[in-house]
T-cell receptor
Framework: TQLLEQSPQFLSIQEGENLTVYCNSS?????LQWYRQEPGEGPVLLVT?????EVKKLKRLTFQFGDARKDSSLHITAAQPGDTGLYLC?????????????FGDGTTLTVKP | NAGVTQTPKFQVLKTGQSMTLQCAQD?????MSWYRQDPGMGLRLIHY???????DQGEVPNGYNVSRSTTEDFPLRLLSAAPSQTSVYFC??????????FGPGTRLTVT
């Protein structure tokens, strides 16, 4: 059983549409991170959320950490082809060994021009 | 300032061979980690280190060894390669798991 479940697994949309992807768990996390990965490259950090209920914005991307720190969402407004990639959430479970990070399986986003 | 470097970029091994994947960072981070990524999946933690001389097992440590003698280097050793270890391997570094900076990866095929 995945500790972090991401949905949807695949998402294909037209340029200009809005979308939301989700990262859910039954466990509490100290923090959650969102990364974007392009083919043949390593993941690149987009944001870290730490406080329950926290909302962070990065241009057209809005990240939210659930009040109970068990889930997070990423909302993209007016998606562009440059947003295409694999979006991964990751985190360190609360009250576990410091340094033990876990990743979800990701959402593959394709934005068509 | 190279950030995180990994060598080699590609490697083909025969079953039973051993090899070391190299990872070096110039960001002076205490935390370093190794992950593997299989097709269609996220990253799974193999081993990690919170500082020189300190290592610990991640989610999938079997078949791999690590050591951390310096802050800069964190090599990953495959003891006896198996086809199940065919994967893309990423090294990462950071102040902790809060923000990790990943290397470009090593693509390993075991035949």
């Amino acid at each position: 059983t995945q500790l972090l479940e991401q949905s949807p697994q695949f998402l294909s949309i037209q340029e200009g549409e809005n979308l939301t992807v989700y990262c859910n768990s039954s466990s509490v996390f100290s923090s959650l991170q969102w990364y974007r990965q392009e083919p043949g490259e390593g993941p690149v950090l987009l944001v870290t959320v730490v406080t329950g209920g926290e909302v962070k914005k990065l241009k057209r991307l809005t990240f939210q950490f659930g009040d109970a720190r068990k889930d997070s969402s990423l909302h993209i407004t007016a998606a562009q082809p440059g947003d295409t990639g694999l979006y991964l959430c990751a985190g360190e479970r609360y009250n576990t060994n410091a340094g033990k990070s876990t990743f979800g399986d990701g959402t593959t986003l394709t934005v068509k021009p | 300032n190279a950030g995180v470097t990994q060598t080699p970029k590609f490697q083909v091994l025969k079953t039973g061979q051993s090899m070391t994947l190299q990872c070096a960072q110039d960001m002076n981070h205490e935390y370093m980690s190794w992950y593997r990524q299989d097709p269609g999946m996220g990253l799974r933690l193999i081993h990690y280190s919170v500082g020189a001389g300190i290592t610990d097992q991640g989610e999938v440590p079997n078949g791999y060894n690590v050591s951390r003698s310096t802050t800069e280097d964190f090599p990953l050793r495959l003891l006896s390669a198996a086809p199940s270890q065919t994967s893309v391997y990423f090294c990462a570094t950071g102040e902790g798991t809060y923000e990790q900076y990943f290397g470009p990866g090593t693509r390993l095929t075991v035949t």
